[in-house]
């Protein structure tokens, strides 16, 4: 299995809505990776989870809000969103976070903030 | 940060060859050249990756200049699936550093 699944696929929501993405591997992988990508722009990195640990937040607003659970699942929880934040949010993972992995990508979640 | 250019857009035939290039001219001598595509609606998919060797796989060939400024992403028969945006990115140790950070990339198109 080389697959890393996000649900849900599509996702929309009002600005004081609370909703939840959720991204599951099954590589062993150790390493999860949370980005954000605008419509005809490259991915922007926003969290970065080494052995079920925080190791990076680029300046991230506060109203998302990532979790590890255990080394399998990534969630991504939301609140408070703006109309801005709408975007295709991606999952990735990696064996580690060393720069010689090869990241492994889903399909993504296609957020619309009413 | 060690960065790297690529042009906006390039154009290729159906089943002819496709060197796609990269300049990373501040390149250090840890920092690994990845290469990943994105096709139109999916997430980006690995596509090759190397430190000082040409590398090949069973999706294409990585070049690297012998003084690791450049490298060339070689597409050998494109067909109409590989139209897509190719990101090259250097992948570094320690911290953020090391992390995927995506630039704009190349945006190859291919003709039947």
């Known amino acids: 299995d080389t697959e890393v699944t996000q649900t849900p696929k599509h996702l929309v929501m009002g600005m004081t809505n609370k909703k939840s993405l959720k991204c599951e591997q099954h590589?062993?992988?150790?390493?999860m990776y949370w980005y954000k990508q605008k419509a005809k722009k490259p991915p922007e990195l926003m969290f970065v989870y080494s052995y079920e640990k925080l190791s990076i937040n680029e300046s991230v607003p506060s109203r998302f809000s990532p979790e590890c659970p255990n080394s399998s699942l990534l969630n991504l929880h939301l609140h408070a969103l703006q109309p801005e934040d709408s975007a295709l949010y991606l999952c990735a993972s990696s064996p580690t976070t060393g720069p010689g992995e090869k990241l492994f990508f889903g399909s993504g979640t296609q957020l619309s903030v009413l | 940060d060690a960065k790297t250019t690529q042009p906006n857009s390039m154009e290729s035939n159906e089943e002819e060859p496709v060197h796609l290039p990269c300049n990373h001219s501040?390149?250090?001598?840890?920092?690994?050249i990845h290469w990943y595509r994105q096709l139109p609606s999916q997430g980006p998919e690995y596509v090759i990756h190397?430190?000082?060797s040409n590398v090949n796989n069973r999706m294409a060939s990585l070049a690297i200049a012998e003084d690791r400024k450049s490298s060339t992403l070689i597409l050998h028969r494109a067909t109409l699936r590989d139209a897509a945006v190719y990101y090259c990115?250097?992948?570094?140790?320690?911290?953020?550093?090391?992390?995927?950070?995506f630039g704009k990339g190349t945006k190859l198109s291919v003709k039947p």
């Open positions: 590589m062993g992988h150790r390493a």
């Open positions: 990115i250097l992948r570094m140790y320690g911290g953020s550093q090391g992390n995927l950070i």
């Open positions: 190397g430190l000082t």
């Open positions: 501040t390149i250090s001598g840890t920092d690994y």
